[in-house]
């Protein structure tokens, strides 16, 4: 199991919005969906990506997974340099 945060300036329908995308395309079907979250499964395995307003103007983006950890560290390796 794996948490992992970090910060975006982007929207929180941007930044769900490209999770989901990104870890369709990894094999993940979305199970839930609400305004400051998503949730992917697959494989036994999940992917939750949580936003919440962060402090001034920047969004804290959280997932938490399970056997997704790489694509998880992929995801925010990538998305973070945005």
């Keep these: 199991m794996l948490r ?3 910060q975006t300036a982007k929207r929180s329908d941007e930044v ?3 999770a989901e995308e ?3 395309k990894q094999g993940l079907d979305t199970c839930e969906r609400a305004a400051d979250s998503v949730q992917l499964e697959n494989g ?5 990506v949580q936003v919440a307003n962060g402090e001034q103007d920047g969004r804290e983006v959280t ?13 925010a390796t990538q998305y973070s340099r945005k």
Excluded: N
């Design 63 to 75: 997932l938490l997974t399970q056997e997704w950890e790489y694509q998880v560290k992929e995801f």
């Design 4 to 6: 992992l945060s970090f």
């Design 22 to 24: 990104f870890f369709q």
């Design 16 to 18: 769900l919005s490209d």
């Design 44 to 48: 036994g395995g999940y992917v939750r």
